[in-house]
DNA sequence: CGCATTTCGATACAGCCGTTGCGTTACCCA
DNA sequence: TGGGTAACGCAACGGCTGTATCGAAATGCG
């Protein structure tokens, strides 16, 4: 998988190589899809949030992390180290497989849930201190904040540097920043 | 395609029904992903976006209009109308297709940015008028917005209501709100 | 009308995913 | 140690996408 990516993963030589029959595997993971997907749960790193009482800072630190990590997906199973077609890779692969069947979307939207449950609580401890605007849940924040990140991934295909990162960081606590310091600092 | 879905949208059955050889949809079409983004563009209809002058009530209806695209599109093949699963349909194959090949993501793409490139203008207009922060650019603005909106089809699979939309807006726009209007309405 | 070029059709085929049927091996436990 | 159950292996197959080959039809043009 991560040599020839999606496409030349072929389930006839992975059984070859495994040295294994088919119906083995086919035992164990019902579809290609599911194959798929317990291969990115493993690759998957774990990603930590810190929650330093910066909330900016922490979310900057995650949603880069994030960022890279999506980055590094994107190019699995292509050989240039600096390929730079806008393709969405594995991901778009992952969506599309979570689509399909029913079970792969629950285990895809549980992967995706463990890491997003993170900078909620910063999130929520960011609120409590007043360096957020009541009135909006922290779930809507974070769709904003993930969900421009997978909208530049996956649709636009838009370059996503660290620079993004940070306007996209600004223009989501501008309102508790000119809340606290009015001059717009 | 919309009687059955991706999957059972078989190639050999479309040149059956149009009476015609193999070999020719191959060659107008080079790919099922191809034929398929090219029955998308034919299905998506036409949204506008207003300019009244009013950036929080266009960018509502704008994105309620988005909003209920996406989920008619993500019916599409399924036959009971009330089908309540949480699956992209066939937005996330058309995902996967544009990933796959280069000149479908080129079209892919380009569909999206037709109907993204609307909103910019009345987002620009409002920063004018001084409604939204500066320094922030509109694209920006707008990943968060379509961003949450595909990030909850895609990957969460969660709902998008009306209220989720109107919640989104007041969100990217309390900024604009708490510096025009500090008294927080 | 005659001819060349382009387009289309039909069939067969390769590669892949996923399934079926059945025989064989490994394992567990009395 | 023996027997029964569970897991595995093997080969063949069906359905699908995409390709190749070659023949037939249509179209444009002098």
Redesign the pocket.
């Known amino acids: 998988m991560t040599e020839r990516g999606y496409d ?8 070859a190589r495994a ?17 798929l997907v317990a291969l990115v749960a493993r690759i998957q790193d774990e990603v930590e949030v810190a929650d330093t009482g910066d909330i900016r800072r922490d979310l900057t630190v995650y949603l880069t992390a994030v960022a890279t990590g999506l980055d590094r997906m994107r190019r699995v199973g292509r050989d240039g180290a600096g390929e730079a077609d806008r393709s969405a890779g594995v991901v778009a692969e992952l969506v599309a497989a979570a689509a399909r069947h029913p079970d792969v979307g629950d285990a895809v939207r549980g992967m995706f849930a463990r890491r997003n449950a993170l900078p909620l609580r910063p999130l929520d401890r960011a609120r409590e201190r007043g360096a957020l605007p009541t009135g909006i849940s922290s779930e809507v924040v974070f769709d904003q904040l993930a969900g421009a990140l997978y909208y530049r991934l996956l649709i636009t295909g838009a370059p996503i540097g660290a620079d993004y990162v940070q306007e996209l960081v600004d223009q989501v606590l501008s309102t508790a920043t000119t809340a606290s310091h009015p001059d717009g600092t």
Chains 1, 2 share one sequence.
């Open positions: 030349g993963f072929a389930i006839d030589e992975v059984v040295s294994v029959a088919k119906t083995t595997l086919y035992r164990r993971w019902p579809s290609k899809d599911h194959l």
